[in-house]
């Protein structure tokens, strides 16, 4: 679980704040992503960078706005807020060669909860 | 469309029996399909990766098959223990898109003493 860890582990924050999530992966890996993972439904795919290159945007409404500053970090910025954006945030990292399988290793998520 | 349906939702099983959980899925072409386990508040870790030409892979007390035909796996669980109480998510991936995962709703278990 150490291979890819996020920063806080919980948030509580109101509709106008402006807050950051981050992640950071220590695998080596090429490509990052985010997921929303919100109660009783799949885990929906977010952003996707590779080699630093944002590749997939996954129709995310532009209050969450992702940064990728090198292949190991992560962030994932958010501003005004709804309650419904309320849910467990994972980031993953992966190597993207076919040996690996494309295996995506999980950090261990943030609660967030926006009031 | 691509999905991958899980069944049950839920389960509750006494510590030292076993389960099985099911897993249909619609993803074509298909690449392979993973199946992860996630404990309350913490990341899915991997348990299985299976392409499409094994039928079965064991990890421990963990046993997963592939059925390619009629696109569906399952998980079986052996002598469960307490700590085996989580979620357990079939994820499938296409050929097309190796990165873009396509998750089920996951299987909770509860295994009680």
């Known amino acids: 679980e150490t291979g890819v860890t996020q920063t806080p582990r919980h948030l509580v924050m109101g509709m106008t704040n402006k807050k950051s999530l981050k992640c950071e992966q220590h695998?080596?890996?090429?490509?990052m992503y985010w997921y929303k993972q919100s109660a009783k439904k799949p885990l929906e795919l977010m952003f996707v960078y590779n080699f630093k290159e944002q590749t997939e945007n996954n129709s995310v409404p532009s209050r969450f706005s992702p940064e990728c500053p090198n292949s190991s970090h992560l962030f994932l910025h958010l501003h005004t807020l709804q309650p419904e954006d309320s849910a467990l945030y994972l980031c993953?990292?992966?190597?993207?060669?076919?040996?690996?399988?494309?295996?995506?290793?999980f950090g261990p998520g943030t609660r967030l909860t926006v009031t | 469309k691509n999905q991958v349906e899980q069944s049950p939702q839920s389960l509750i099983i006494l510590e030292g029996k076993n389960c099985t959980l099911q897993?249909?899925?619609?993803?074509?072409?298909?690449?392979?399909l993973r199946w992860y386990k996630q404990d309350t508040g913490r990341g899915p870790v991997s348990l299985t990766i299976m392409t499409f030409s094994e039928n079965t892979k064991s990890n421990g007390r963990y046993t997963a098959t592939l059925d390619a035909d009629t696109k569906q796996s399952s998980l079986h669980i052996t002598a469960s223990q307490l700590s085996d109480s989580a979620s357990y998510i079939c994820v499938v991936s296409d050929l097309d898109s190796s990165y873009k995962l396509i998750f089920g709703s996951g299987t909770r278990l509860l295994v009680r003493p």
């Open positions: 695998l080596g890996h090429n490509a």
């Open positions: 993953a990292s992966s190597q993207e060669d076919r040996k690996s399988n494309y295996e995506q290793y």
């Open positions: 897993c249909n899925y619609t993803v074509s072409p298909f690449s392979n």
